[in-house]
Nanobody
Framework: QVQLVESGGGLVQAGGSLRLSCAAS????????MGWYRQAPGKQRELVAA???????NYADSVKGRFTISRDNAKNTVYLQMNSLKPEDTAVYYC?????????WGQGTQVTVSS
C-alpha cells in the first residue's frame, strides 16, 4: 500500500502562486509515476502534471509554462509549483501514485483562485 498526504492548497488571487506538496509513505519502492490531478465542480477529474521515477514529466496543455512538477526522492515528496494562477485553475487537487500494486490517491486539497 501507498499512503499520500497533500498540503499547500488555499485561496489566492489571480496571478498569484501556490505550491502543493504530496508526501508518500508505505511501499514507495513500487511507485512508477506520481502525478497531480484536479477536479472542478461539475467536471471530470483531469491530469495536471506527472513525473516518472526517472524524472520525465508531462503537463496538461492548459498549465504548460505555468506549473512545474518536481520530486525530492530523499523526502519521498512530489511538488506542484503553480504560478500565474487563473480562476479556471480553481479545483480540488489530488495527488496520485501509480505503482505495481495499482493506483493510490490522496485526500485532495482545495485550490481557489479569485478574480
Amino acid at each position: 500500500q501507498v499512503q499520500l498526504v497533500e498540503s499547500g492548497g488555499g485561496l489566492v488571487q489571480a496571478g498569484g502562486s501556490l505550491r502543493l506538496s504530496c508526501a508518500a509513505s508505505g511501499s514507495i519502492f513500487s511507485i512508477k509515476v506520481m502525478g497531480w490531478y484536479r477536479q472542478a465542480p461539475g467536471k471530470q477529474r483531469e491530469l495536471v502534471a506527472a513525473i516518472t521515477s526517472g524524472g520525465s514529466t508531462n503537463y496538461a496543455d492548459s498549465v504548460k509554462g505555468r506549473f512545474t512538477i518536481s520530486r525530492d526522492n530523499a523526502k519521498n515528496t512530489v511538488y506542484l509549483q503553480m504560478n500565474s494562477l487563473k480562476p479556471e485553475d480553481t479545483a480540488v487537487y489530488y495527488c496520485n501514485a501509480r505503482s505495481i500494486m495499482g493506483d493510490f490517491w490522496g485526500q485532495g486539497t482545495q485550490v481557489t483562485v479569485s478574480s
